[in-house]
């Protein structure tokens, strides 16, 4: 009996060894050439020079990204785009208020770190550049009483970033992701899909 045991042992132990070795010989990174993900977050650490004790809502983002070449060396380059928004308000005594709202849209460059595949491929780090636009709008309620407001404008301005990140995927298809950065906010969080 004792012989029995100790052969299944090690029929199950050499099993286990090959079938690992399979398993990370066929390990893909989480994010390789053809990958796309959509992600949608919320952010925080960005006033854009707001003034006074102004309330400012998180900075939402809707972003884009798919992997386009692979093996650039130890990762995969991806391409896409973000779309963000975020408002604040201050308000007046005597129900006069200043808003703000900013919108940017861009393009995003991404360098996602592959090397780890063997350990996890469902961890993603990655680091990128951002080139794009931000929509600048300020209205003041204020001056509005004396007829011509001099004070409401809308400015168009080039905005550029970098950034960090990391996504994990729990399953193929879904997953979270954190970014640290400089562009519609500095810290953000979220949910992304792959597809």
């Known amino acids: 009996m004792l012989r029995y045991t100790l052969f299944s042992l090690a029929l199950l132990s050499i099993?286990?060894?090959?079938q690992a070795q399979k398993n990370k010989a066929a390990a893909k990174p989480a994010?390789?050439?053809?990958?796309?993900?959509?992600?949608?977050s919320a952010g925080t650490g960005r006033n854009w020079g707001y003034y006074g004790n102004a309330v400012s809502l998180?900075?939402?983002?809707?972003?884009?990204?798919?992997?386009?070449?692979?093996?650039?060396?130890?990762?995969?380059?991806?391409?896409?785009?973000i779309l963000g928004y975020?408002?604040?308000?201050?308000?007046?005594?005597?129900?006069?208020?200043?808003?703000?709202?900013?919108?940017?849209?861009?393009?995003?460059?991404?360098?996602?770190?592959t090397i780890l595949k063997d350990k996890n491929n469902k961890f993603d780090p990655y680091a990128g550049v951002l080139l794009g636009v931000r929509v600048y709008d300020y209205k003041d309620t204020w001056y509005d009483y004396y007829?011509?407001?001099?004070?409401?404008?809308?400015?168009?301005?080039?905005?550029?970033?970098?950034?960090?990140?990391?996504?994990?995927?729990?399953?193929?298809h879904f997953g979270a992701f954190a970014e640290a950065g400089y562009d519609i906010s500095f810290l953000r969080g979220g949910l992304h899909i792959n597809f």
């Not at 099993?15 to 090959?18: C, D, E, L, R, V």
């Open 15 to 18: 099993t286990g060894i090959a």
């Open 31 to 40: 994010f390789d050439k053809g990958t796309k993900t959509i992600g949608i």
């Open 58 to 81: 998180p900075a939402f983002s809707l972003m884009y990204d798919q992997g386009i070449i692979a093996n650039a060396g130890p990762g995969t380059v991806g391409v896409g785009g």
């Open 86 to 113: 975020q408002t604040a308000r201050y308000d007046y005594s005597g129900g006069y208020r200043a808003t703000w709202t900013n919108y940017i849209a861009g393009v995003r460059a991404t360098w996602h770190l």
């Open 147 to 172: 007829g011509s407001n001099p004070y409401n404008y809308s400015s168009v301005y080039p905005v550029t970033g970098v950034f960090v990140g990391a996504r994990y995927n729990f399953s193929n």
